[in-house]
């Protein structure tokens, strides 16, 4: 089990971290040449099948065991009156996902993928962030460390989902201290359908700001200040990925802003990851500018669960099956291809 004595130690677990193996990602390249179709006509396939092989570390990579890990957390922000549900919920879809009832659970089996559900610091909720760090330094690293040990290293593929009811503002607090901007920027209405959980977002967003501004140039201060139970988890579990050669999809707004530190520790410590889809959420698209990971598909989903993660391990089998599937030029009894 891996434990974090220190907030330096964890920072040098985020620093020091393995890259991605440019040979197998060539040596895909190379085989994908030889297949019996003209050369790059898979177009973005044929990147993700490199980009597997590249942090899988082999030439030919395997999706055997897709694993999705939703972890679930509860927010003492919510007294603020940023979100309309209570955060019994967040025990409440615990108990749905447990029995296979949520959105995620039919989205996991249809891609054949498992499904973990991990209640992060027994849901207890995090202190308000507008009045006191959300997290003691002890309660956080035991946080990252419940994502850490989460991924076990026989997983192929890691897809991250959350559960926790208020979690959208803190991921707009937590993408606003570690890129700059207010709650008008990065705030929009979650699973809200009123105004006035918007303008209590932003107001939360704001106070949690000015409260907190003398720690905010420094990510991992800035993790355990403004953001979450499960937020943490999450970037654990990110970061166990990367030094286990485990590829990552994230889901929506609120797994982008988790992880989002990673990259101001160490500007390719989100390379190993992909964003799913693009959040409803208006910050997600901000926030994905700033980290420069362009999200493969838009289908204006603001749910969480892990579901626009889960909703896109389709596309990696097809691309893997095309690529160690197909025949080749030479198999068909024809000459090399005369495209490439
Ligand atoms: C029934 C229900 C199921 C959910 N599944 C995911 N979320 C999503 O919504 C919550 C965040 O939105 P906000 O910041 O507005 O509270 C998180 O639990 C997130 O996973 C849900 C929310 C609800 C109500
Ligand atoms: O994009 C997300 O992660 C999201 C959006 C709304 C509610 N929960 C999560």
């Known amino acids: 089990m891996k434990q974090f004595k220190s907030i330096q130690h964890l920072r040098q677990a985020c620093t020091e971290i393995p890259s991605k193996d440019d040979d197998a990602a060539q040596a895909t390249y190379n085989h994908q040449k030889t297949l019996l179709k003209p050369p790059g006509s898979l177009g973005e396939l044929e990147n993700l099948v490199a980009w597997l092989a590249s942090w899988q570390r082999k030439t ?68 308000n962030i507008c009045k006191y760090p959300a997290m003691s330094e002890e309660e956080f690293l035991k946080a990252v460390e419940t994502g850490y040990n989460a991924v076990t ?19 707009a607090a937590l993408s606003a201290a570690l890129f700059g901007g207010d709650g008008a920027q990065w705030v929009s209405k979650g699973t809200s359908t009123g105004a006035d959980h918007v303008a209590n977002k932003q107001n939360a967003v704001n106070s949690a700001l000015a409260l907190h501004k003398d720690i905010l140039e420094d990510p991992l201060e800035v ?12 970037l654990g579990a990110a970061l166990a990925a990367r030094h286990l050669n485990i590829p990552v999809i994230l889901d929506g707004f609120v797994c982008t802003s988790a992880v989002a530190a990673l990259q101001r520790l160490n500007p390719t410590g989100l390379d190993h990851t992909k964003i799913s889809h693009l959040s409803a959420e208006k910050g997600h698209l901000l926030l994905a500018g700033n980290l420069n990971l362009y999200p493969l598909v838009a289908f204006n989903m603001r749910l969480g669960e892990g579901s626009g993660a889960a909703l896109v391990i389709p596309i990696f089998q097809g691309a893997l099956a095309c690529y160690t599937g197909m025949s080749r030029y030479k198999d068909a009894g024809l000459p090399p291809n005369q495209g490439s």
């Open 60 to 127: 030919t990579p395997t999706l055997n065991r897709v694993c999705i890990i939703v972890f679930a957390g509860n927010h003492g922000v919510t007294e603020e009156n940023v979100t309309p549900y209570d955060p019994v919920i967040t025990q409440m879809m615990i108990n749905q996902m447990n029995q296979g009832h949520a959105a995620i659970n039919q989205l996991a089996n249809t891609a054949n993928a498992e499904l973990r559900i991990i209640p992060v610091h027994d849901l207890k909720p995090t202190q």
């Open 153 to 171: 290293p026989n997983i192929d593929l890691l897809c991250l989902g959350e559960v926790g009811i208020g979690n959208t503002t803190i991921a």
């Open 223 to 234: 993790c355990r200040h403004l953001g979450g139970y499960e937020h943490a988890a999450l």
